[in-house]
């Protein structure tokens, strides 16, 4: 399994109500990258192996 890399990404909302338009602050939005192959059905191993990492460690490993 391909050893996932920490992604950031900047991003803002903009949303519609009864109100009209309300614009929030930007923020950050970060996450993990996970490129997996589906040859020999290792797709099916490596995104719960990935899972179960996250479960167990949470993101201390950023």
Known sequence: ???PETQGISASILS???KG???KE???V???A???TVKDDQNKKDIP????ELNHN???IL
Do not use: T
């Open 1 to 3: 399994m391909k050893r």
């Open 21 to 23: 338009r309300v614009e």
């Open 16 to 18: 519609y109500s009864n």
């Open 30 to 32: 970060i996450g993990k």
């Open 26 to 28: 930007p923020f950050q």
């Open 58 to 60: 949470g993101f201390k």
């Open 49 to 52: 192996a990935f899972w179960n």
């Open 34 to 36: 996970l490129e997996v």
